[in-house]
């Protein structure tokens, strides 16, 4: 099933994040939960600006445009965690709704894992998944990341702790 996955999914490329996209990217959570699991640090709703402020020193925004269009259908973000130890964490993934259920979430994370491996001789890339966004989860799994432990993280915007599932990707693919 996971080749016949990667058979249906569309061509698509990643691209450096332009800030005009900003807008289509803050309009793609379908709803307050998606908002919540997609920017717990940021009060809702999420707005062009509050995407523009995660592009920080040490963090690389991505879009992933299907060929031939110039629209991304998707955003993420490849982060450096420990330059030293070539360890880096993906954050903020997120599909065009109006796309989900093609493959995307999967091409998205493994061109990011791309990226670290292959191009940033990463050792280990990591990222943090709410336990009940279950397709997120199946998807990082998919892409060849592999659960790791939970992580409990405060959320000030939403007067909120949580302990997070942590996904890890080593020696990838």
């Not at 807008?23 to 939960?33: F, G, H, I, Q």
């Not at 919540?36 to 707005?47: I, K």
């Not at 992933?64 to 880096?88: I, K």
């Amino acid at each position: 099933m996971a080749a016949e996955a990667r058979e249906r999914v569309p061509q698509c490329r990643l691209v450096p994040f332009e800030a005009p996209w900003a807008a289509l990217v803050a309009s793609w959570p379908a709803d307050a939960r998606e908002t919540y699991w997609l920017a717990p640090r940021n009060a809702p709703p999420l707005t062009p600006m509050q995407i523009l402020a995660w592009h920080t020193p040490g963090r690389t925004p991505y879009a992933l445009l299907l060929e031939p269009q110039a629209t991304p259908v998707g955003y993420g973000e490849l982060n450096v965690m420990s330059s030293g130890r070539r360890c880096y964490w993906l954050g903020h993934l997120v599909i065009n709704p109006a796309q989900r259920g093609r493959g995307l979430g999967v091409a998205l994370t493994r061109k990011l894992l791309e990226e670290a491996f292959v191009r940033r001789g990463a050792r280990e890339v990591s990222l943090v998944v709410f336990p009940d966004n279950l397709v997120a989860i199946a998807c990082y799994r998919a892409a060849g990341m592999r659960e790791d432990g939970y992580e409990t993280h405060e959320f000030p915007a939403y007067r909120r702790v949580e302990t997070l599932l942590r996904m890890v990707a080593r020696n990838w693919p």
